[in-house]
């Protein structure tokens, strides 16, 4: 009984904590974001590598020249076996191009598709930079983009540092050796931390970087400020029965996350099955790939990639992320003339999305299999009628 009621004391002292932290950023006007306001906040293409390459760009409108692309290359050298590679194959005083979404051509077992973010030199070589953030592995990815430029460095960008699998890679031996592998986590947030300091006497510039690095610190769950971290420990460490209490707290954490990750496991094996039925069909006009994939921390993402028969190069996509703590439903056009398809699809999801965490104890697998098969089919439902009307 005395353990529940310290438990409970713990919880209750570190929700004030919190709670005064909230005040203090309602005051400080933190949670205004743009990003967040227009609800791109996840968009791999339509912010994040839009963002990073306007960054990286000399001639891009922060008028910065290439200070943002030298600590950007500083970065990777800490991640590059070969120390001054990086150096010798690519010239930043010379970029001829930065692009968002470079097309290679159709997409063939070996060739075509789409770079996330090129850079381009006065000589002609090149950066490939894969953005992913609530996306998996394509077949050959990786081994598409070494074709178009097979000297050129391969740098693989997720939450948390992940590295490509050989569905990507294709087993390449020289792709591991041009391969660097970073995180937004800590080398994106370092980076963007450095650009900021630089940027210190450009106001404008300095605070959009600021809401930037706080969604990234939002994706990859570093929200809470070191300010209030330290209150926390000195919380725990001012009496023996609070270390006590945050031990039962993180086993009762312990055990709901095995709890819902059995059931994430439960749900990602039945989405595999439905996903590979044969008999599963969407439409004539629209042909299209299915992803399942696993990150580092145990988050699991289903992607369904749709194509255009009449037009490959327009890319439909539509990925379910889940984890133990939180369920998302994104989309993303690849087309922004398709805006009255957009429109249809943000209506219907707005109106089917749930408004509580589904992966609680009362629900089943079973239940988030039925609902997230629902979600799917009722956006690709839409996508097809509206595709089938051209």
């Known amino acids: 009984m005395e353990s529940t009621q310290n438990v409970e004391s713990l919880l209750h002292q570190v929700a004030g904590i919190n709670r005064s932290y909230k005040k203090l950023a309602k005051i400080t006007g933190e949670n ?10 996840t968009k791999e293409v339509r912010l994040h590598s839009a963002f990073i390459a306007e960054l990286l760009n000399p001639k891009g409108s922060h008028e910065q020249g290439n200070v943002f692309v030298n600590e950007f ?49 006065k000589n ?31 740098i693989y ?44 006497n450009h106001p404008l510039l300095r605070e959009t970087l600021t809401q930037y690095i706080n969604i990234i610190k939002h994706l990859t769950n570093k929200t809470m400020s070191t300010d209030m971290e330290i209150e926390i420990k000195k919380l725990l460490l001012s009496d023996a029965k609070n270390v006590a209490s945050a031990q039962e707290i993180r086993r009762a954490l312990q055990s709901l996350e095995i709890s819902c990750n059995q059931k994430m496991d439960e749900l990602f094996n ?41 037009d490959s190069k327009t890319k439909i996509q539509f990925i379910c992320y889940f984890n133990w703590e939180e369920f998302k439903f994104e989309w993303y056009i690849g087309s922004d003339q398709d805006t009255t398809l957009a429109s249809q ?8 999305y749930p408004s509580q965490n589904l992966l609680n104890e009362n629900s089943s697998s079973d239940e988030l299999f039925e609902f997230v098969k629902t979600l799917f089919t009722k956006a690709v439902d839409v996508t097809g009628t509206f595709i089938e009307s051209l």
């Open 32 to 41: 205004f974001n743009i990003f967040k306001i227009l609800k791109v906040d």
């Open 73 to 121: 290359l500083e970065m990777l050298k800490t991640h590059s076996t070969k120390k001054n590679s990086l150096e010798v194959f690519f010239d930043t005083e010379d970029i001829r191009s930065t692009e968002v979404e470079k097309w290679l051509g159709y997409k063939t077992e070996t060739t075509g598709g789409y770079i996330d973010i090129l850079l381009t030199d």
């Open 124 to 154: 002609g070589k090149h950066i490939i930079i894969e953005n992913k953030i609530y996306a998996g592995d394509q077949e050959n990815q990786l081994l598409r983009y070494h074709a178009f430029s097979p000297s050129a460095p391969l």
């Open 157 to 200: 960008l997720t939450r948390l540092g992940s590295c490509p699998n050989e569905y990507s890679t294709n087993g390449n031996p020289e792709i591991k050796k041009l391969l660097i592998c970073i995180s937004y986590q800590k080398d994106i947030l370092k980076w963007l931390e450095n650009c900021k300091r630089i940027s210190v």
């Open 270 to 310: 039945k989405m595999s099955l439905w996903l590979n039925d044969p008999i599963l069909k969407i439409s004539d006009k629209l042909k299209y790939e299915s992803v399942l994939w696993k990150d580092d921390d145990g988050s699991k993402a289903i992607s369904i990639v749709l194509n255009k028969l009449i």
């Open 345 to 352: 699809i943000q209506s219907i999801l707005n109106s089917f």
